[in-house]
């Protein structure tokens, strides 16, 4: 008797945290989505399509994903922002290579691929430049952190 009175409350409070879990994932994609309604300009919504993106994938629902990462490339490749146009590119292959549809994610990795080392370049570039930059100034080495942030 008090192992199945043990087990039965396990089992309530395990699907209670699913409940729990659940809801507040579909929270996060309701409260993302209207953001993006109330959107000022197309750096904000890039983030956003990304993102909501992302909390869909963790729920399980890609095809759900696909589609704000589809409207994030829209806006990238109309801005011309080739970062997010790369990120998004290659999100959009990770779903479909999770998904496996194999032709799909090829198209679109490949549609990211010009743009991927550039955006590499320059990450790599900030990471290594700025924090020397920011040594020379803090030992009041003006010149060399000018030198360095102006490499950037």
Known sequence: MFKLRSL???LFFCSFLFIIKSYGQQNITDSLR???DK?????????????IAKQYYLIGKQDS?????KKGLAVA????NKEWYCKI???????????SDADSANKYLEVAEPYKMGILNDTILAYYINPKAIVAINKENYEAGASYTIKT
């Open 39 to 51: 959107k000022s300009s197309d750096n904000i919504t890039l983030p956003l399509y990304y993102d």
């Open 65 to 69: 994903g696909l589609i704000y990462l």
């Open 89 to 99: 590119g290659l999100r959009i292959g990770l779903f479909y290579a999770l998904m």
């Open 77 to 80: 490749e109309l801005t011309k």
């Open 8 to 10: 039965s409350i396990i």
């Open 34 to 36: 209207t953001v993006i």
